[in-house]
């Protein structure tokens, strides 16, 4: 009898899943499809798929013929701009890798990064030229490239992007790239120790592009206009500008301009379909349409995507009431970042409200190719809803391992799981919802409070506009919960008012037995509190 394990069966073709197909099919199906960046001087400037094509090509070539060698890492120091867009593709077409820098962190962090990654390239936004200088006698990169964004003449010595891109003839051809090869990388914001790089390969982000447009995922489609204000430099602006391209719809870019009315003023203008941000973007979007409430009627019913740290319940609610939906998402550096995304599942549309609600508050379903778990000191925690573990993935968009950085070998598991940090329960349904990350868990007596719980209930007080809650030490308990609350404009609230209003939510060990009202709660470069600063601030309190 004939095996199976004997014959082989032609299957399929083994096409690489790399960017080139992406930029082609841009170039050739999607024409005319529009990208608008808003400039430093607010204008809009706008060009097509066509413009876009021709020069992520041009890019790609110039860069081959300044000697650009496969796996050389390129930097981008950018706001979310068109030729941001084609520095994401031109550069990894050609073979080398993207680099994105994140522009808020400190000029010595940056420049240690840049070391680190050991790029050769940089391309550096005209305004951000101050921040070059700053880091520029401590780096060494062989060739620096200026995007004149505002027009005024590139400084002495450095390339301007246009002359960069004369460079080219208009001959390029793409290299035969394996799909494992490198397309990106990005750093992690260090919130947790060092920076640590993460290589993204052109099979993964495809895959992770594919899945992303997913209805039941960030639902991304050709007649969608998109606007990522997530930063390109952070996590790749959650894989956004692959995703759109891909899908060839509109895309609007914001440029420098990230507050509440030159965004109101895009999606007004565009009229944008879709739009992805961190939670504190969507609050001050959401003071803004509070302050002018008719303004809504103007936008379409827009999706808003928010990830990078906890959406709280009450924000939700509050866009709903404007018809814009907010869709939750979570996801790291290390998963490209895509792991899970909260919408219902059809068996549960019908639950009451609430219910809902508390669903779309919470991280959501793993997305299709991302496997999770959750484990404790006894192994894998039960799908209950309501055990504790810290979550680990597994998938074709998770990395795995650090670039050059051995020592962090343990953030996987023997079996190959990646450990992400987060403490999660499951529930029965396939929901994930974060209750903390291992190094903010507060253990009282033993038994563990969710910080984010208690955040999420008190930003739902009329009163709180923001709450962090963090571990402080306790001679009785080893750790008590502190609530650092920033008010809204004009609101006040007592203590006894907030301990009173939690008190039919949590069990009573949760309530923080301390209030403590601040102007602002500390936050990292990509919008996360920043609790080791307030736990540091905090690490002596009275009790008494
Ligand atoms: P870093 O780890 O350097 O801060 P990342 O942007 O990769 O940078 O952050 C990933 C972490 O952000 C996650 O592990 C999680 O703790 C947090 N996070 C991301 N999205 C959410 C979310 N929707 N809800 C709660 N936390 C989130």
Known sequence: ?????????????????????????AGKIF????????????SLHRYTYADFYRRS???????????MQPGDRVATLSWNTSAHLEAYFGIPVAGGVLHTLNLRLHPTDIAYIINHAEDRFLIVDDVLIKLYEAI???????KVIVVPLTGKPVPEGLTSYE?????????????DLPEDTALGMCYTSGTTGKPKGVLYSHRSMILHSLGSALPDALNLGQSDVLTPVVPMFHVMAWGLPFTGIMVGCKIAM??????????????????????AGVPTIWMGVLQALQKEPTRWTKLLPMEMVVGGAAA???MIRAYDTFNLKVVHAWGMTEMSPLGTVSRIKQNLAGSDPDILYALRACQGMPMPMVEVRAMNEHGEVPWDGHTMGELEVRGPWVAQSYFKQESERDKWSADGWFRTGDVVTISSEGYVKITDRTKDLIKSGGEWISSLDLENLLMGH???REAAVIAVTHPRWDERPLAAIVLKEGASVTTEELRAYLEPKVAKFWIPDAFVFVDEIPRTSTGKFLKMQLRDKFKDWNWE
């Open 254 to 275: 914001p440029g420098p301009h990230l507050d509440a009315v030159n965004l109101l003023d895009l999606y007004e203008s565009e009229q944008v379909s879709k739009t």
């Open 1 to 25: 009898m004939r095996t199976l394990e004997n014959s082989v069966l032609s299957t399929m073709m083994r096409t690489p899943l790399t960017l080139s197909h992406l930029l082609e099919r």
């Open 31 to 42: 024409p005319t499809s529009e990208i608008v960046t808003r400039m430093p001087d607010r």
């Open 136 to 142: 520029k006698d401590h780096i060494n990169v062989e």
């Open 57 to 67: 090509r041009a890019l790609a070539e110039a860069l081959q013929k300044a000697g």
């Open 163 to 175: 002359d960069f891109l004369a460079t080219a003839t208009g001959d390029f051809s793409y290299p």
């Open 312 to 314: 709280p319940e009450a």
């Open 462 to 464: 009329p009163a709180v």
